[in-house]
């Protein structure tokens, strides 16, 4: 069966496993899970109600509710999208469209999915809020400044950060996994909130950096280039992160609750996983920005810092799985595999 | 609301894209999916029927039937978990036993959920087939010979097999993707199917190699080590690559067909994604190995192979994205980002 040269028996490497070799007495290692909730409340950072974007979806077929929770981007990410996008969950835009693309180990996507208008024989969109911005492509990444030394840098292991198949680094930005190239070292200016400016010490630099495609990523639907979308069409990914989309759509968000809404419904049967037949798309009622829900509606989300220590430890425990059902920890894994830890605050 | 150090304005980094700078004639890339429909014959390897394991799900609410195929890995990889799955589709193991666990970004995981005998209060498990044999840890990975210049290594880009987050290689074997690391340089034998042996040449060398954990890899359930699982309870991934899981579990195999009856399945209430409701879970009516059913119904498929000039073109542009909707090219994937292509060779 073989056309290649195989050795057919096969042979025991287990007996280099560090686990036995290095260890007399077997020391238990916390699993990632029990990292996170033994965290200190200090950690936790809450995402601010204006940051929530709230999707109620038609109830399913036995009644029950289906709610899907995003979390926006912070700047410098992608801003202009997002502005577009608060401008259109305030005008309700979403009202009556759909989820009306499912692609199985990729996307499902929603927004207005067009009346087909029998008089004109034409598909006929639904009309925009008035002051959307034309975003340009420049923004699928922003300039940042960093040091190596930077908290949200050091504390994960250094080689974390340069191992990337897609950048030439990666990291954790306030609480979002990012990927960046290097820009330019000194002359640089630093600038504060009051946009005073001094020069950066020798050893600042700029990165461009981006937001990533990871499961449950939200992004921005859109035609062929220059145009990059307004915001009207998002989809979320449901699948293995298909980071070739990075740089190429606009990243706006993330899914922290519901997301087995979306990733569950069957799958589109017509081209790109689009429902062909119309009646499966899935009616959204509602998608409202969070500070537009009372004080009593609002749903309340916290992350884990990504700067802080339980963070890192969490981290190195998925890529180095030592928690009794693991035999032999990987030593390294990709930033997709590091789900940012969010935790609802309030009961439901 | 940042910490950092953050320049507000975005800067336009497009300006410096190598498709407008490189290439004043605008050149139409192949998407990867053309480079598939445009490879030739020569390069689709049918698929054994004897490797095929077909699933048959009982009928959706809509009494629609829900097929499941699987391809079984070929030797060296996992073939002792592989034999016990032969033997327990044809012992008809998994007739009457269910889908019972489906957990968002991760698995699904089907097998026998086991009985509660209401008059021994005690859960039973239906009586394995005879024959099952005991695998070791050691087989989760597998001793292969190789040297850097074979054509199934030589064809992509080399920085492809060098760089990934897991493991110190990737690579693809006969239509599956691979991780590896090195084992040993000469002196090795090279053995030919009869036994015969002789020396390899100074650039041959030993690679421990292992199937991965990407979408739609099935692999076998377990209990805490040294526990290995027989094979009875099986699982596929239906969310990013969890990796961690290589060399920690068996992968015997992946769906070729019909992931979507699994994938969007509803999600299970209980820890790990068990259904806490019993009813919630999907009966299996049958699995059968692909020689068990009669020609008439066996389905046929086959892959591409991985050391044609089809695939290396194939992952170069999965890797470097220049069909027409894209912008800018990551220059780079992950292994499981490449899904080998495999196609039905009958109707359905």
């Given at each position: 069966?073989?056309?290649?040269?195989?050795?057919?028996?096969?042979?025991?490497?287990?007996?280099?496993?560090?686990l036995s070799a290095q260890e007399p007495e077997k020391k238990e290692y916390p699993s990632p899970n029990a990292i996170v909730?033994?965290?200190?409340?200090?950690?936790?950072?809450?995402?601010?109600?204006?940051?929530?974007?709230?999707?109620d979806l038609a109830p399913d077929a036995k009644?029950?509710?289906?709610?899907?929770?995003?979390?926006?981007?912070?700047?410098?990410?992608?801003?202009?999208?997002?502005?577009?996008?608060?401008?259109?969950?305030?005008a309700k835009f979403w009202d009556g469209t759909s989820i009306n693309r499912v692609q199985d180990?990729?996307?499902?996507?929603?927004?207005?999915?067009?009346?087909?208008?029998?008089?004109?024989?034409?598909?006929?969109?639904?009309?925009l809020p008035e002051g959307l911005e034309v975003v340009p492509e420049s923004e699928y990444s922003a300039q940042i400044i960093i040091r190596d030394r930077d908290k949200f840098l050091a504390k994960i292991d250094r080689s974390f950060r340069k191992r990337d198949q897609y950048a030439s680094a990666k990291f954790f930005l306030q609480g979002w996994p990012l990927a960046s190239e290097y820009v330019q070292h000194t002359p640089i200016q630093i600038c504060d909130?009051?946009?005073?400016?001094?020069?950066?010490?020798?050893?600042?630099?700029?990165?461009?950096?981006?937001?990533?495609?990871?499961?449950?990523?939200?992004?921005?639907?859109?035609?062929?280039?220059?145009?990059?979308?307004?915001?009207?069409?998002?989809?979320?990914v449901i699948g293995h992160a298909p980071r070739h989309l990075d740089r190429n759509i606009a990243v706006v968000g993330r899914i922290v609750e519901g997301i087995e809404h979306l990733s569950s419904l069957p799958r589109g049967k017509g081209q790109l996983g689009f429902y062909a037949d119309a009646?499966?798309?899935?009616?959204?009622?509602?998608?409202?920005?969070?500070?537009?829900?009372?004080?009593?509606?609002?749903?309340?989300f916290e992350y884990l810092e990504t700067d802080s220590k339980a963070f890192a430890q969490y981290a190195d425990a998925r890529a180095n799985?030592?928690?009794?059902?693991?035999?032999?920890?990987?030593?390294?894994?990709?930033?997709?595999?590091?789900?940012?830890?969010?935790?609802?605050?309030?009961?439901?």
């Open positions: 069966m073989t056309k290649f040269p195989l050795i057919a028996s096969l042979v025991a490497l287990m007996a280099a496993c560090p909730d033994a965290a200190p409340a200090s950690d936790w950072k809450a995402i601010a109600a204006s940051d929530l974007l709230v999707m009644g029950e509710a289906r709610r899907v929770v995003i979390q926006l981007m912070p700047p410098p990410f992608s801003q202009g999208w997002i502005g577009n996008i608060r401008k259109l969950a305030a180990n990729y996307v499902v996507q929603w927004g207005d999915a067009g009346y087909d208008n029998p008089e004109s024989g034409e598909t006929e969109q639904k009309a909130d009051q946009g005073e400016c001094k020069p950066a010490p020798a050893d600042y630099y700029k990165e461009a950096a981006w937001p990533i495609h990871c499961y449950g990523a939200v992004g921005v639907g859109r035609n062929l280039s220059p145009n990059t979308g307004s915001g009207a069409e998002l989809y979320t009646s499966k798309r899935v009616p959204i009622q509602s998608i409202r920005l969070g500070n537009d829900l009372t004080e009593a509606e609002r749903p309340k799985r030592r928690d009794p059902f693991f035999i032999k920890p990987a030593g390294g894994t990709d930033i997709c595999n590091i789900p940012v830890p969010v935790r609802r605050v309030n009961a439901d």
